[in-house]
């Protein structure tokens, strides 16, 4: 798998050695615009104001990842923990030329360590002493002949709960996830390499870090119960609140060289079940839960070729297919006791199967015009074929996602609150549910264009254009039945392909004592798929008609003596829709004359981009004698203000916070015992992510709140 790519931000395995690197809010603070947060369904990751929405399920992540080559872009594939890891590539902005045609917003790629000829491993342990979390994880390479070495790593590890649920006097929400891999990797002669690999994981949790902000009405709820401000402490019932994901993943990456060539195949399947169960708000009552059990299956193939050594004309070419199985069932029962009919239930449910096929054809080339000055051009044609066949009926509470009978009064029931609108109670053929099935077709083609120059042997710069685009897709959660397909002339089932244009230029360098990089950038979005919250609790997507993200980064890294290491970075983005029609009503418990379609959030922030994120970081280490180091470190970082929800509620924007993270360690120099003891968030800090409207307006807003102080002690042995 070839990564080219001059603005390439890497952390290396030094990054991930222990468990307060592990974590993906840990890599969003160690790369300037990178947003890693978590919906009540799914993680949210952006890359300079685009990302995908936290409620769709059905469609790709706008920020593509891949491990060892193979794609992974769904969502519920970013919830495993990265484990031993050789090092994390991202690039940002619009990749399309080189990560397909789904990249719009740029791409993380996860290099895991392989065998590498000779016995070598490691294994650490850590407990997390503020919420009772644990970590274990270890690795080895065995070299088996002198042309065949395995590789064998596992992970178990438990984050403990850290939020109070008052209601029920236990902790939330209980994280625990296991990992394992194994490699083979077969080296028949010089230029030729085969690597296998098959990954099986397993992540449960138990309750949510979700809990309500806002309450519009006082005394609702007992206040040592729930007081509807921000703190560690929650509400729910005891309903089901879970969380449970398998993932089973094999890979072939081969690369033989040619001679002036190299060639590569990176072949790869993968699979997941998901399950999981939300309360329709975190207060103390029940009134309905959202369900959800998804399988998802892919085929994954590409094949590359690319020219080795330097010459006035190096090339890279491609071609890549992949094939993706989606099935959605998913429902929400309602009790409409909690609103003065003690009683009266009733449940929808809907169902997507969905299928993908992607194929596309790249080439790259760079023209060296002198040892200084080089070009680069590329492009990419790119087809994708979605199919959909969706299901939406009405059904009794507690009934099962398949299988369920139909209910008469349940669609009565929730056409008041905007479900089944195609419901005509003088009609009774409109009492039915609605099957139907669909087909897209999207085709794209993405050029991009880099002048590259080298001021020195130590500092070089770039100006690059670049272009991308996202297929349209299916509105998993569409619950209004508002589709031609029930006589209606508007379809809020499917949506459209976005594109993207960016402009972008940068230097960096490396003095020996000093290394700096600085980039500024402005990208234009084109009917930007964006996710929109509704008042029954719905959440689907549509496009903005253009959207703006312009911005600066900067970050510079200064050996400023003999084992001291002082780190600073920062990035400015100014992300605003600049035209979004119909980008929907601010959710209010009064009654309201708002009217969806003649909204607009025309200079609104894009959902969860801060405006600024920056920090300042040292690192010392100390010889205490011939063998062992003393470590220290400490990290100062700052995120600004973030909107979620395109309605700009003010009630969905989280407030600005400052983190202070800091670790003593003592380790052997080269290599063998290394111990620790590190704290994340120090100064107990409470600071937000996502926000949302409840699934009613009378219980206000939730927000993810995200761990306090953490105290890791660690231990690692490396051999």
Request: net charge neutral; with cysteine.
């Amino acid at each position: 798998f070839f990564f080219k790519q001059k603005t390439a931000y890497e952390i290396y395995q030094c990054d991930w050695s222990s468990d307060v690197c592990s974590s993906d809010l840990t890599l969003q603070s160690a790369v300037p615009n990178l947003t890693v947060t978590k919906s009540p369904f799914q993680p949210y990751v952006a890359i300079r104001g685009l990302g995908t929405g936290g409620g769709t399920r059905a469609f790709e992540q706008s920020v593509a990842m891949y491990v060892d080559g193979i794609y992974q872009g769904r969502a519920n594939q970013f919830l495993n923990p990265f484990f031993d890891v050789d090092r994390v590539e991202i690039v940002r902005g619009p990749q399309s030329v080189l990560f397909g045609v789904n990249a719009i917003a740029g791409a993380i790629n996860v290099v895991n360590r392989r065998p590498d000829g000779k016995l070598e491993g490691y294994v650490t342990a850590g407990y997390e002493a503020e919420y009772n979390g644990y970590n274990l994880e270890g690795g080895v390479s065995v070299p088996l002949s002198s042309t065949f070495g395995v590789r064998v790593s596992g992970r178990a590890n438990r984050d403990g709960p850290y939020l109070k649920n008052t209601a029920l006097n236990r902790k939330e929400p209980d994280t625990h996830s296991q990992i394992g891999r194994i490699i083979f990797d077969w080296q028949p002669t010089d230029g030729m390499r085969f690597d296998l690999a098959y990954e099986h994981g397993f992540k449960k949790v138990d309750g949510s870090a979700f809990e309500t902000t806002y309450l519009p009405l006082a005394g609702i709820f007992p206040p040592a119960i729930e007081d509807g401000d921000p703190d560690f402490n929650k509400s729910s019932p005891g309903s089901p609140d879970f969380t449970r994901l398998k993932t089973d993943n094999v890979s072939l990456n081969a690369s033989v060289d040619l001679g002036g060539a190299d060639l590569s195949l990176s072949s790869g399947y993968s699979h997941y079940t998901f399950q999981q169960a939300v309360p329709a708000g975190a207060v103390p009552v029940y009134f309905g839960t959202a369900l959800d059990d998804e399988k998802f299956d892919q085929f994954y193939n590409e094949l590359r070729i690319a020219s080795t050594g330097n010459s006035l004309i190096e090339y890279l070419a491609g071609v890549s297919y992949y094939y993706q199985k989606s099935i959605f069932n998913q429902g929400v029962d309602f009790d409409f006791t909690a609103f003065g009919a003690p009683g009266v239930t009733a449940a929808i449910r809907n169902a997507l199967t969905q299928r993908t096929y992607g194929a596309s054809v790249f080439g790259q080339v760079t023209l060296n015009l002198s040892e200084q000055l080089n070009i680069v051009a590329g492009g990419r044609y790119s087809n994708i074929i979605k199919r959909g066949n969706y299901v939406l009926a009405p059904t009794v509470a507690g009934a099962p996602l398949t299988d369920y009978p139909f209910d008469v009064t349940s669609i009565f029931v929730l056409n008041t609150i905007g479900f089944f609108s195609y419901l005509n109670p003088a009609d009774p053929t409109t009492i039915r549910g609605t099957q139907f099935s669909r087909r897209r077709e999207f085709n794209a083609f993405n050029p991009s264009v880099s002048l590259n120059y080298k001021f020195t042997d130590r500092i070089s710069g770039y100006l690059s254009f670049t272009t991308g685009t996202k297929a349209g897709g299916f509105n998993d959660q569409e619950k209004s039945g508002v589709i031609p397909e029930n006589g209606f002339a508007s379809d809020s089932f499917q949506y459209g392909s976005e594109k993207a244009r960016n402009f972008e230029a940068g230097i960096k360098g490396n003095t020996g004592k000093v290394r700096f990089e600085f980039a500024a950038f402005y990208t234009k979005y084109r009917n930007l798929q964006a996710s929109q919250a509704l008042a029954n609790g719905s959440i689907f997507t549509t496009n903005a008609a253009s959207a703006t993200a312009k911005g600066v980064e900067a970050s510079v890294t200064w050996r400023a003596a003999e084992g001291l290491t002082l780190s600073a970075d920062g990035a400015y983005i100014h992300a605003r829709y600049d035209n979004y029609p119909g980008s929907g009503c601010i959710v209010t418990l009064a009654p309201s004359t708002c009217v969806p379609a003649l909204t607009n959030a025309k200079g609104g922030k894009l959902d969860g981009v801060p405006d600024f994120t920056g920090s300042v970081s040292a690192n010392y280490v100390m010889p205490v004698s011939s063998d062992w180091d003393l470590r220290l470190g400490g990290r100062v970082y700052y995120h600004s203000s973030a909107q979620y929800q395109s309605n700009q509620d003010p009630l969905d924007r989280v407030p600005s916070y400052t983190l202070v993270d800091a670790s003593i360690g003592l380790g052997q120099s080269g290599g063998g015992f290394s111990f620790s003891v590190s704290a994340k968030n120090l100064t107990d800090k409470l600071y937000r992510g996502f926000s949302a409207p409840a699934a009613t307006p009378v219980f206000g807003h939730q927000q993810l709140i995200l761990p306090g102080r953490q105290i890791f002690l660690d231990v690692r042995y490396d051999f």
